[in-house]
C-alpha cells in the first residue's frame, strides 16, 4: 500500500489559482501512476488528470487547458496547477496512486477546493 498526503485547498474566487501537492511514500512499482480524481457533494466521482512515471498525462475535457499536472520522481512528489477556477471545479480532490496494472495502490484524505466569490 502507498501513503499518500496531499496539501494545498482553499477557497479562492472564480479565475483565481490553486496549486495542489501530492506527496507519496511507497514503491516505486506502486506509484507508476499517480493521478487526482475529485467529488462534489451528490455527485459521482470523477477523473481529474493522471501522469504516469514516464510523463505521460491524460487530463478530463473539463479542465484541458486550465489544469497541469506533474510530477517530481525523485521526491516522489505530484501537483496539480489549477488556473481559470470556476465555482463548478468546487470539490473534495484526492490523490490516488496505481501500479502498472492499473490497480489502485492508495488514496490520500481529500482536500477541498472551493470556488466562490
Known amino acids: 500500500q502507498v501513503q499518500l498526503v496531499e496539501s494545498g485547498g482553499g477557497l479562492v474566487q472564480p479565475g483565481g489559482s490553486l496549486r495542489l501537492s501530492c506527496a507519496a511514500f511507497g514503491s516505486i512499482g506502486d506509484t507508476f501512476r499517480l493521478g487526482w480524481y475529485r467529488q462534489a457533494p451528490g455527485q459521482q466521482r470523477e477523473l481529474v488528470a493522471k501522469?504516469?512515471?514516464?510523463?505521460?498525462?491524460i487530463y478530463t475535457d473539463s479542465v484541458k487547458d486550465r489544469f497541469a499536472i506533474s510530477r517530481d520522481n525523485a521526491k516522489n512528489t505530484m501537483y496539480l496547477q489549477m488556473d481559470s477556477l470556476k465555482p463548478e471545479d468546487t470539490a473534495v480532490y484526492y490523490c490516488?496512486?496505481?501500479?502498472?496494472?492499473?490497480?489502485?495502490?492508495?488514496r490520500g484524505q481529500g482536500t477541498q477546493v472551493t470556488v466562490s466569490s
Open positions: 490516488y496512486a496505481e501500479n502498472l496494472a492499473g490497480v489502485e495502490r492508495g
Open positions: 501522469i504516469t512515471r514516464l510523463g505521460e498525462t
